[in-house]
């Protein structure tokens, strides 16, 4: 259940009235990095987080945040809009936002395209979800950096350095919740990827370019137990892709639990439900039983 | 500039037809984590990556494997959706690919969504692009999985393990890619976040909830700095955001040039020839010039 | 500001999980219609409202109730959507949900189109986002009573039945809002419509249809003064338009602060910071001078 | 059937083209309340109400008009945006009409969005259409205003003020079409609102606001049976929701066939042969058997 | 100006409703080929070609008759979609129009994607627009023949025979205006290709595929002056790219005016206007005068 | 399987950067009808071309050239919107690739909307798709010329130059592709239309128009055996449509395999392969036994 305190959660100051700035700041109310799509992603992610209730907390407690960061950026938004409503003029910085609303702000992007749940990743898989965002919080991150860069208005670089911060906040968050699930950072799922293929780099972009650019090397193509194969352009070999026979078991599982309290057992009986079902659906049964060995 | 060889880069079988399950695959073909979302991706973001060409080759070498993989999952998918063509009935299991694509496949996902560039991340700093490819490829690895849960056929799996193990691939060469960047995890771009603020994890779902899940506690909330600060739901108070002033200087610097061999010193001449453009622009250049100290 | 409780607005029992039923109530999460649509459209219509802020707090009350309904719908989709978890079968009621998203919910309507801000409707007039909400509450109420129609699980018609009781609630507070204004239903904005011209209901689809239907007479061709006209098809005359001439002044000021308490002048004062504004701007000044008379 | 007249509903005159002006009137043209969504919403409703033939006839008559109306504005922006064709810098006023379309109109808004059906509201309820119909053409109206608002040019003025009236026009008599069907405003569908939760208006939204906004009492809160809940933050509760006791029955019919004449058999026979569909049905059969007692 | 008569363009009969089959219709209605967006790409085009109005007449009298094919064919899905009103399981054919649209039609396509401007190709060249029509009416004209290879019911049978049929007459039309216009079919607007470098077909698809497919050869690579030219895959070389030195004037004139009356006037003195035009606006000028040598 | 080569297909070469002609071009990097767009297409197409294996490499040759042309085109934008990264004023030109992108290329086109696969036209019947193609390069090519139009620079010019030779190229490929099918224009598929009515040509648009045109006659309404026909407004009669009687057979067929080596056997064993299925499945199995006579 949600609740709404009429307070912002940080106070918005604006010197000068930017109309111009204030489209780009569109870019954090209704864009694809911004914080309906944060809020968004995070909330969903959480409703469907039912077998690690302590991460499903971690994201509703993010994903609400950043609702009052809509709020928030919103309210900048609006204050540099402020000149739509009464200069003709101003109006031609943003025509859909003067004329269909009345100037203020609507959940669009710096280009005034509208919001679309596209921009989210929500996988259910609560270890690829964090990956998510953790790039979704570095991406927002830069974005602000770029809006502060823009303007020279001290009440909304404030504002928006106390927004930038928080996404930094996040990060630390999320990484910490992925870290304490304990997996190895290339394990994913339950069903292992083929060895041998796993680590072959490759190479097939070739050459030299017309920016000064050639065939690089760097640690890419030699950590992790990579190495680098060449793609050959005349014939297309370069992959030993013989040898696939079917998939492969025994994917390590994370502590999905480190920061449950009373819940752990709940997410384990889901676990087990889940076999349970399992036995009784046929094929699915038999891969889980070759996943686990 | 881009040649094709006909050959597939994996041979695909196909036992017997299942239209059903040739439909789960669209997302692999035009859905958000699939194939030709790879592609462009990692590709836009190599065209763009001019300041590092090492990484720069990375992402195309990448980004064209990419492109070879969403051909060999389009021609896994024309041979599950062939009876579209002949059987009136199977044709129900895909109306739109049926009646106006004559049952090939097409750019859309598993709901016929037709595919759209909001499905890209591609922000210009290689720092934010790297981890949103490690997310993506995350995505990639969890939705491959599933397909191969859903399906019997040994061709098929042996297909789908090849393009899954390739994730698992590219998923360590990005992370070989951000980590030879050398710097701190929770430090994007140039400005700073605010001290304290960024330390505060703010508690704002609370309470008991009707599925067991109760106010939790986990590593997120203690580490890296971090520690848990309680919204007051009354007052909305709970976070001390009175004292920011304006923006901090000084990120550390990553390596960007770590894998670069003879283009070290064109990155570093893209990088002054932006510094004395700044000097022109007024504003940018006395931002800059604070963000260095 | 926005908080969370982890306890429902509704508590959400369901018998057997119906994953069709599931894919229908959809509709009511991520569709034109649903939730989402609701709380997004009157939450930024009440911060955009910084004239009238008796009429914001009402439409930031209902906005925030409908996120905490997304909730809930969100809860009762996901128990019946449980089975794309462990059952390969039922995957294919949601195919899209059921690989790329684990089973869980997203924001997507019952055909599985990702949501999108295009549906919803904030001009900035109060008097009219009134009506769009009007018609909103209608629509959410009419897709409810359906949903509520195919099923007949006792615990999901409860949660149906409670959402569409709340359908109703809005829907008188948004009847009562409006009418409080005290305008008149046809005036709308500043510029009266040219007499005449109004009141010529123009009777353009002619003759007799393939249903039975033939060239009706009803009430809306006589009401509010208005009188049919018969539109000749061989020529295209019928509407007496010549007779236009320009703009023109006067619509009634509806009671914009009736609810109001100390807030009234700033809402007074918020016009006159306008009127001042206009005199500066020019052209804008003389349209309203006009207006004005 | 359609039929085409060369001539145009208005004559449409322009004094010096004005592209930037032109850009703002494809808002009209192709955007989310122009003249495109209100005749295809109209229209499409219209055909399919075949249980209301007098109010399907109304809802033709003004799709109808609406095409007109759209050929009227295509042609008063073509006027405007003549300079993109011949000169070089009038095309960045519009960089998508000028190198994609040669300098026409197309089917966008203001920002250059596609025009999407997205932006349409037909559910088939004629009673609840009706109501997205006064609502469409309450922000087509302020719309037109706005427009006018940013036009100095006579000729312009002109065929706006006469659109501008039209849409008073369909406004008027869609309220009538609404008001002849006699139902209560609050009445909508078949299912009746739980009685006691259907009055608690939740003020969920409290405390003192960033821009002089406090808690707020309007009629909204005790008008039609209504009074104010205050939402405890702290505990989340407020609303008596563990009354609810499955569906209720008993919704008053409209008049919905007020307007018909020889239509109302068929009209009535249609819900005849419905009723007769149900009995075989089974579950919707007995729904329809409790809503009427 | 548009006239509505209700008579259909084509009587349609339905045997017994197959609801499956509707939804497959809708491909038709709002589809990506469908009548809307027939109606909509050439009465757009006609709108905004001015210089030829022979032409313009006959985008609109074809645009106008493909509104009345989209409300034929709205009319037979209506037919086949009747049973979701009533029949619960019917509803699972297409949750969306039963949910949300009650049953009816909507503008979506077989997958329920909503309609979009996207579909259109409006250019406001008279001979690339003749083209792209062209071409779809041959997709139209597929789709109803696919369409009617999925029922064996007669009435929608004749009914898509027809609208079938009506597909090959616009089909005949377009391709007279284009060739009545006696350019050479590579004639595309002012600027000439650059000789030699126009006639490389470059083979960059080269190799054996995995279906039995080679290197092939076809009057692809020998007609109309073309030659075929062998990319090179492992250096990229193959095109003779270096000799290009400006653009090339020259292309012929069509006789865009050859099916006009007394029109011819108006068409010449519009290319006048602005021509006189150019001569102010600096380089498009001497572009201009450039290509007419 | 893909190869990338560093070089691009032609040398890019810049004056002086020009952000605004930069966001014109990107009309051709992520736009309707630019060469992503083109790529996709006929790629997709290729690989779906399983039946005329000669054409298939075609189509698969083209559309890995436009990939290459993606890249020349993306190099050239980037050169002109260099500025974006290091002058605040030039950010303005293009927001949303500012400040979301950090000012580079994105799949977007010049209003910066989403590329999307709705742009696409695959149908599966090489007939069909060849006039796709057709009209879709003679897009391309008039979009190129309006874009030379727009600049001065004489680098810009030559790339461009080259892109808009490339097109013409295609066309006359696809052209020769098409005309070597030796089927007549207007035989599509294997249905017949119905004869009389398929000649008959509906002068649907009558009466003088404002902008001096009047009521049309051209080639088009005689040629190819049609005759026209005046739709009479006031009854809506004019076609014979009472005489429809079912599907016709007997298309001709076109010489698909006329490029074809040792692959024809291939094409018909498939086609064979059809036709025994058909036998199996019923309906289908008449109706190709009845358009084959």
Redesign the interface.
């Known amino acids: ?12 100051n604006v010197g000068t009235p930017d109309v ?1 700035f204030g ?2 700041l569109l ?1 954090q109310f ?4 911004g914080e ?1 799509a944060a809020a ?1 992603q995070y909330t ?1 992610q ?3 987080c ?1 077998d690690d ?6 994201l ?2 993010i ?3 950043e ?2 960061h809509l ?1 928030v950026v ?2 900048l938004i ?1 204050m540099h809009l402020a ?1 739509l ?5 101003a ?2 910085a ?3 936002l ?28 609560i ?2 979800d964090l ?2 965002n ?3 919080e ?2 927002a ?3 602000y ?6 303007t ?1 208005d ?1 009440g909304s ?2 504002t928006l ?2 927004l ?6 996040h ?7 992925l ?2 699930l304990e997996k190895s ?2 394990s ?4 292992k ?2 060895p041998g ?25 030699t ?4 190495h680098p194969i060449d ?1 050959n ?4 070999d370069g ?1 030993s ?1 013989g040898d ?5 078991k025994g994917e390590e599982r994370g502590k999905q639990d ?6 752990t057992s ?1 997410g384990k009986s889901a676990r087990q439900y ?1 076999d349970a ?2 036995e009784k ?4 049964d038999r ?1 889980l039983e070759a996943v686990r060995g």
Not at 30 to 33: F, H, K, W, Y
Not at 98 to 125: E, F, H, M
Not at 145 to 150: G, M, V, W
Not at 258 to 263: D, F, I, L, V
């Open positions: 259940m949600y609740h709404h305190i009429k307070k912002l959660m940080y106070t918005v111009k489209r780009l870019e209704g864009g694809a990095n309906l968004m969903v959480g409703w469907n039912v209730l302590a991460r499903r907390d971690l509703l407690d994903g609400t945040e609702l009052s709020e919103g309210a609006r000149p409503k009464t200069d003709r003029e109006a031609y943003d025509p859909l003067s004329i269909a609303g009345g100037g203020g702000v609507a959940l669009v992007d710096s280009a005034n395209n509208a919001w679309t749940a596209n921009y989210l990743s929500v996988t259910g898989d270890d690829v990956r998510s953790i790039a979704a570095s991406r991150k830069i974005v950096e770029r809006l502060i860069d823009h020279d001290p670089i404030d350095q106390f930038m911060t928080r996404e930094i906040t990060l630390k968050a999320f990484t910490a919740a870290e304490s950072p290339f994913i799922g339950f069903l990827p083929t293929i796993v680590d072959e780099f490759l190479n097939t972009s070739r050459g030299d370019g017309s920016e000064g650019d050639t065939d690089m090397r760097g640690p890419w193509q950590s992790f137990g990579l793609a352009g005349g014939t297309g992959l892709v696939i026979n079917g998939k492969i480190s920061g449950q309290k009373a819940t709940v889940q079902e399992n659906s046929g094929p699915v891969i």
